[in-house]
């Protein structure tokens, strides 16, 4: 069974303060791996899609990186406004598989 | 930009009832999904939607649940007999042509089951 685990579960960050929030999966065969952003009561909003080992893309402050078992999502000095939850997700075929999400809180 | 909708925002409905929650995709996107998201949980697929016809459904999206799409630009989700256990938000997404797996999704229906 397609699993998605992400960790921390939460993590509260000082503004500027650069971490990674990880994402682990166990899938027969990497179709896509996406990264979600969402607020509360709200749906998730599209970040990135990676498809293959070693593969990087960046967004602002958001880098999102690849590895064959797990992918990172780095966040450099962050800002009190990139506080929400960030959900990764993998599919096989057409059915998504979503994570738990890490709850990130950047304080002032 | 475009957007997904979705309608009503929050619905409120008594066990047993049949209730329609309505998605209007973006206009050039060819796959629809749904998912639902019980508060403080993860987000769960039901099912993906294509050319007119299911193409993926979890176990969730057992006989108590159905999808249309009644014209060129509304999708829909039916819930019939509701249980308390189905009180959720409730998200449509969809995406684009083959192999286009990002998906854009809707600010949700807030569904509460009495």
């Known amino acids: 069974e397609d699993q998605v685990t992400q960790s921390p579960e939460a993590l509260r960050l000082q503004e500027g303060e650069s971490s990674s929030l990880n994402c682990s999966y166990t899938?027969?065969?990497?179709?896509?791996l996406f990264w979600y952003r969402q607020d509360p009561g709200k749906g998730p909003e599209f970040l990135f899609t990676?498809?293959?080992a070693g593969e990087e893309k960046e967004k602002e402050r958001l880098k999102a990186t690849l590895t064959k078992k797990e992918s990172f999502l780095h966040i450099t000095a962050p800002k009190p406004e990139d506080s929400a939850t960030y959900l990764c997700?993998?599919?096989?075929?057409?059915?998504?598989?979503f994570g738990p999400g890490t709850r990130l809180s950047v304080l002032p | 930009e475009p957007e997904v909708t979705q309608t009503p925002s929050h619905q409120v409905t008594q066990m047993g009832q049949e209730v329609i929650l309505r998605c209007v995709p973006i206009?050039?996107?060819?796959?629809f999904y749904w998912y639902r998201q019980i508060l403080g949980q993860k987000v769960e697929f039901l099912v993906s939607?294509?050319?007119?016809?299911?193409?993926?459904k979890s176990e969730i999206f057992d006989d108590q649940f159905s999808v249309e799409r009644p014209d060129g630009s509304n999708f829909t989700l039916k819930i019939r007999s509701t249980k308390l256990e189905d009180s959720a938000m409730y998200f449509c997404?969809?995406?684009?042509?083959?192999?286009?797996?990002?998906?854009?999704f809707g600010p949700g229906t807030r569904l509460t089951v009495t």
């Open positions: 997404a969809s995406s684009g042509g083959q192999g286009a797996y990002e998906q854009y």
């Open positions: 899938v027969s065969g990497l179709r896509g």
């Open positions: 990676l498809y293959s």
């Open positions: 997700a993998s599919n096989y075929g057409q059915n998504f598989v």
């Open positions: 206009s050039n996107h060819l796959y």
């Open positions: 939607f294509y050319n007119n016809e299911i193409s993926e």
